[in-house]
Each structure stands twice: as structure tokens, then as C-alpha cells.
């Protein structure tokens, strides 16, 4: 949709992004938060506003802005990320 390229979609299920973060050596806890993160980026629980709460605009200073929002502010990106 952004790149002018075909995406291959390769399914990594919960239980195999917990063993590989085990596997690379991340502590308990952060192998349950990336995983967890993952699970809501994978549910486009990100994309949702009311995901965020009202401290992530207070901390950053602006609103949290959705994924095509994002993507479609290619003069941030840098040359690798964009090479138009």
C-alpha cells in the first residue's frame, strides 16, 4: 500500500514469540510485556484511540497518531525506510 511492494505475511502464534524472547535471553518479565504487546499490535488493538491512556499524551505532547498516519509522514522516515 506504502512501498509500491508485495509483504509476505509470515503467522508467529503467542506461544512461539514467548520462546523466542526466552530463547534470546529476555528476563520473565519483559518476555510477557513484548508479548503481550505484540498480541495487541497483532489484534490492531494499537490502532484503537481508547487504547492509549490520557498519560501517553501528556508524556509525548501530542495525540498517538495510527499506524497510516504514520506511514503517510514519509519526510520523518529516513532513507532506508523511504528511498522515493
Same mark, same amino acid.
Request: glycine share 6%.
Given at each position: 500500500?506504502?512501498? #509500491? $511492494? /508485495?509483504? &509476505? =505475511?509470515?503467522?508467529?502464534?503467542? !506461544?512461539?514469540?514467548?520462546?523466542?524472547?526466552?530463547?534470546?535471553?529476555? @528476563? $520473565?518479565?519483559?518476555? =510477557?510485556?513484548?508479548?503481550?504487546?505484540?498480541?495487541?499490535?497483532?489484534?490492531?488493538? @494499537?490502532? /484503537? *484511540?481508547?487504547?492509549?491512556? $490520557?498519560?501517553? @499524551?501528556?508524556?509525548?505532547? &501530542? $495525540?498517538?497518531?495510527?499506524? #497510516?498516519?504514520?506511514? *503517510? !509522514?514519509?519526510?520523518?522516515?529516513?532513507?532506508? @525506510? !523511504?528511498?522515493?
Amino acid at each position: 500500500k506504502f512501498y #509500491d $511492494k /508485495k509483504i &509476505r =505475511h509470515l503467522p508467529v502464534g503467542y !506461544n512461539d514469540i514467548i520462546e523466542d524472547l526466552k530463547a534470546r535471553g529476555f @528476563e $520473565k518479565w519483559l518476555v =510477557h510485556d513484548l508479548a503481550e504487546f505484540e498480541r495487541a499490535k497483532a489484534t490492531g488493538l @494499537e490502532e /484503537k *484511540a481508547g487504547a492509549y491512556p $490520557k498519560d501517553f @499524551e501528556m508524556l509525548v505532547g &501530542r $495525540k498517538a497518531e495510527t499506524f #497510516d498516519v504514520y506511514l *503517510a !509522514n514519509k519526510d520523518s522516515m529516513t532513507l532506508q @525506510e !523511504n528511498p522515493d
